[in-house]
């Protein structure tokens, strides 16, 4: 699927206080996300426990149904150009319902509005639990516990803009892609650090001439902590002449950032854009 990255541009402030866990009340700096700059290419998909092949049916053909008609597209964009309606709001009971483990603090995949769950994420969930005749349950949780959570069998799946792997694929199931995507940089405003990188080792090069005092920050178990902490298993060598620090989500990622207490924030693109705005107000 095509990346859509020019409506992201248009989100509107309609979000106000949407993220308020990243924005408001903030008297920090202002952040820009280098969102031109890819870091890496990735894709999303749908995470199952291995030998799940019930549910991957089900998935795959809701997302195949989903492309053909082009309403994957009208979700993707709505959740993008601030137009989406959908929310939700779970059962007093998980009993007998189609449980969808998630990360709740990833916009526009998965977020709050208020106390109601939405995003691309969750639309689908909402979708993939009509088409099975049951009522959806989302159990949000941290990031790298969703894994867990689906292979004990306590979710049915996963559904956080999850970055398909090699070393994931061989220890779970994933339905066909749904999105690609790509980890992204951001820095306070005022740093011009990285103001004349054009390409991903133009950055690269930046990050390895620093020293331990300088600190990214990245949100436990996802690709961007990965890519900057170093992960063998994934492929990625990581900035080792550097601090990492690990986030419960990226926003507080990003806040830490305006607040001056770390120096960058890898992270993927769109929730890149979204946080960014919410930031900056």
């Known amino acids: 699927m095509k990346k859509i990255i020019a409506i992201i541009l248009a989100i509107a402030t309609v979000l106000g206080c949407v993220f308020a866990f990243a ?46 008609s082009g309403e994957l597209d009208t979700i993707i964009n709505s959740f993008f150009d601030g137009t989406a309606t959908f929310e939700y709001t ?38 993939l639990a009509a088409k099975m005749n049951k009522t959806l349950y989302i159990l949000d949780e941290e990031f790298d516990t969703i894994f867990e959570s689906v292979n004990t069998g306590e979710a049915d799946i996963g559904m956080a803009g999850i970055t398909v792997t090699e070393a994931r694929s061989a220890i779970y199931d994933f339905t066909e892609e749904y999105y690609e995507s790509a980890q992204v940089l ?62 419960k989500t990226g926003a507080l990622a990003v806040k830490d950032l305006s607040n001056g207490k770390i120096n960058a924030v890898i992270i993927d693109k769109q929730p890149a854009l979204m946080i960014s705005k919410s930031i900056n107000g």
Request: proline fraction near 2%; include cysteine.
């Open 90 to 127: 779970n059962p007093a009971s998980k009993e007998g319902c189609l449980v969808v483990a998630t990360n709740a603090y990833f916009p526009p995949f998965e977020y709050y509005n208020g106390n109601k769950l939405t995003g691309v994420d969750m639309k689908i969930a909402s979708l």
């Open 23 to 68: 924005a408001c009340g903030n008297k920090g700096e202002k952040v820009k996300a280098y969102a031109e700059i890819e870091l890496t290419a990735e894709s999303y998909a749908f995470v199952l426990k291995k030998g799940n092949t019930t549910m991957k049916t089900v998935a795959d053909e809701l997302l195949a149904e989903l492309k053909t």
């Open 186 to 247: 951001i820095v306070k405003e005022s740093d011009n650090l990285f103001a004349n990188c054009q390409t991903a080792a133009d950055i690269e090069a930046i990050l390895a001439q620093q020293d331990k005092k300088f600190i990214i920050g990245a949100q436990n178990g996802t690709t961007g902590y990965m890519y900057s902490a170093g992960d063998e298993d994934f492929g990625y060598d990581g900035f080792t002449n550097l601090t990492v620090n690990g986030y």
